[in-house]
């Protein structure tokens, strides 16, 4: 079932507001991500924190690296935090900064 432009549209606002300079590009990946199917069950807001969160973590971290250097899931998030919150910060996605859980997705 395709997405609804109604959904893509919240989606679209959602991450508007939660990371308000996020580069086109960027954003582009991020809704493209948000709207796919196992995500219809969050709201547009949700789905757009996790695939955000999530975007940030596998395209600008090392996550996935050190991931493969067999890193736990939680050892490589504590070791990649100072760069998800570098990118948290230019994109001025304040409302998921210090407190926000990178392990959501």
Do not use: C
């Not at 960027?26 to 991500?33: G, I, L, P, T, Y």
């Not at 050892?75 to 407190?99: C, F, G, M, R, V």
């Amino acid at each position: 079932m395709a997405t609804s432009a109604k959904r893509r549209k919240e989606i679209e606002l959602a991450l508007r507001i939660l990371a308000p300079r996020i580069p086109f590009y960027d954003a582009e990946q991020v809704r493209e991500a948000a709207t796919a199917p196992h995500m219809r069950s969050l709201t547009a807001h949700n789905a757009a924190r996790l695939t955000l969160l999530a975007y940030i973590r596998h395209t600008y971290t090392d996550y996935d690296k050190l991931r493969d250097e067999g890193l736990d899931k939680d050892s490589a998030l504590y070791w990649i935090n100072a760069q998800i919150t570098e990118k948290l910060n230019e994109w001025h996605a304040n409302n998921l900064l210090p407190d926000s859980n990178y392990s959501d997705q």
